[in-house]
């Protein structure tokens, strides 16, 4: 998403632990079509202008929050967030939020349209141009350091990439806090 020019930031409301929304319609088709941010209420796959409020993930609020397009109300409390405490709220609802949020920043700030993967079994599902531009190419599951991949593992995450024409990329955080990808792809000797 391009800087905003006139420096407002774009408001969004934190309704209990895990509902952000952006309310004022304008602002939401602006992040939704200049940066596929957010899902409009309702809307499956917006294929033209849209009249309902965006829903954000957490890794895209944090993201706009750290990069100044977005401030955050807290609807329990009235008061602004700060990103501190947006990371905080974030970790009550995923266990290994920092770790994810390290590989989301690193693909949006590499120019990737990055969506939740779920339906795909990952963690994101990742585009270069965005959803109805193009398919996600790679889908990205995100592990800890710890974590051991089995044969059966290795055949599920191919399998299901395959299936649905995409590559399978694991993706964790080395010892100095940088991301590493590994990629597997399929070949017939």
Sequence with gaps: ?????????????LIGNNNILIWDIDS?????????FGKPLGIKKPKAEFNKPLQLSFFE??????????????ANTGDYLSKEKLIDIAKE?????LNEY???????????????GLKFGARFAVYEHGPGIDHAPFLVHVVSKRF????????????LATSVKKKFIIAMINEKGEPEFF???????
């Design 1 to 13: 998403m391009s800087a905003n020019p006139t420096h407002e930031l774009i408001e969004a409301t």
């Design 28 to 36: 939401a088709q602006r992040l939704y079509w200049e940066g596929f």
């Design 61 to 74: 609020a944090v993201y706009l929050v750290e990069k100044n397009q977005l401030k955050i109300l807290d």
């Design 93 to 97: 609802s995923y266990s290994d939020f």
């Design 102 to 116: 390290i590989i989301y920043k690193y693909l949006r700030d590499k120019g990737y349209v990055v969506r939740p």
């Design 148 to 159: 051991q991949l089995s044969a059966i593992d290795l055949l599920r995450a191919g399998r």
């Design 183 to 189: 990629g597997f792809s399929w070949f017939k000797p």
